[in-house]
Each structure stands twice: as C-alpha cells, then as structure tokens.
C-alpha cells in the first residue's frame, strides 16, 4: 500500500488549502483513514480522522477542517479553512490498521510522504 499526498502550499492566514491522499491496493473502504501533522522541533499530532462511523478532529481544528474521503476513487481528503500561523507543519495522511480511527500514530499502518503547509500572518 502505498499514500501519495498532495496539495499543501503557501498561503496566508484566513485563507484555505485542500489537501488530498491517494491510495494504492485494495479495500480503501474497509479502513480508517486520517491526517496527522508536525512542526518542526514537535511531536507528530493528530489532525482528523474518518471511519466507518464518523469523523473526529483535534479540538485546535474543529469547526475550521474538514475530512472527507471518496472509496471509489481510494481518496481522503482534508479541506482546511480559516488557517493559521499555527496550522503551520507537515501534514501526513494514513491508514489505519483496520476500520476504526484513533488520535494514536500506532494505529494507522501506513503513511504518505508528507506535504508542507506554511500559513503566513
């Protein structure tokens, strides 16, 4: 299995980004999917995750991100609103381990190559 991500940039505080990971093999929609992030200097942390149940956010990015995936076309996507100096790391998508979702990197068995987000004031 192999996760392609794409999408981050440059962009200035208050505007948004897209992100999208694209997966190779079988069964997309048997799995959990989701998004983590790091900045420099810190821990990889949770970003949001999508399963067969729901979708869960980190508190710093609720009601601003949005994840979503589309299993036809074996993608997750993370819509990112309102950004901030903050929002400024490395996103990272991932898949889980089985069909439930957790705030845990332990969790997901797989990992794209990472996109970089910069988010300017």
């Known amino acids: 299995v192999q996760l392609q991500a794409s999408g981050g940039g440059l962009v200035q505080a208050g505007g948004s980004l897209n992100l999208s990971c694209v997966a190779s093999g079988r069964a997309f929609r048997n799995y959990a999917m989701a998004w983590f992030r790091q900045a420099p200097g810190k821990e990889r942390e949770f970003v949001a995750a999508v399963n067969w149940y729901g979708k869960y956010y980190a508190d710093s990015v609720d009601g601003r991100f949005t994840i979503s995936r589309d299993n036809a076309e074996n993608t997750a996507y993370l819509q990112m609103n309102t950004l901030r100096p903050e929002d400024t790391a490395v996103y990272f998508c991932?898949?889980?381990?089985?069909?439930?979702?957790?705030?845990?990197?332990?969790?997901?068995?797989?990992w794209g190559q990472g996109t970089q987000v910069t988010v300017s004031s």
């Open positions: 991932a898949r889980g381990k089985t069909h439930y979702s957790s705030r845990d990197p332990g969790s997901y068995a797989y």
